[in-house]
């Protein structure tokens, strides 16, 4: 699945326009940033509510193919032209965590 299929599925927008193409092979949620580190994989959507630079830098770190923000959080601008540089869609959906995470593991996503 690419990262423009998920953002359909979970009804998100995208909030930049780079990363679209990535390939999303998993899924995770979770904040705890040294946590993510130790699980996340390449390909990972991760679902978070945080929005600060260090989220853009373990998400590039890891190859990740995008950040999912849920219910409608947004992004400043800063990490998000970070986000950009680095290649890491960011996505903003309506949905909670719970249940981006229930249409993804439907979806055939495994965890990551």
């Known amino acids: 699945m690419k990262v423009n299929e998920l953002s359909k599925l979970i009804n998100a927008k995208n909030l930049h326009d780079i990363g679209l ?3 999303v092979k998993s899924g995770y949620t979770c904040d705890l940033l ?3 580190m130790a699980r996340g994989n390449e390909g990972c959507a991760w679902v978070t509510v945080q929005t600060h630079m260090n989220v853009v830098a373990v998400a590039s770190l890891k ?3 995008c950040i999912i923000l849920p219910d409608d959080i947004t992004m400043e601008e800063a990490p998000l032209n970070k986000a950009k540089e680095e290649g ?3 996505l903003s959906s309506p949905l909670s965590a719970y249940s981006i995470c229930a249409k993804m593991a439907k979806a055939g996503l495994p965890s990551c």
Do not use: P
């Open 21 to 23: 193409e990535n390939e």
């Open 34 to 36: 040294s946590w993510v």
């Open 88 to 90: 890491v869609a960011v």
């Open 63 to 65: 190859e990740m193919a």
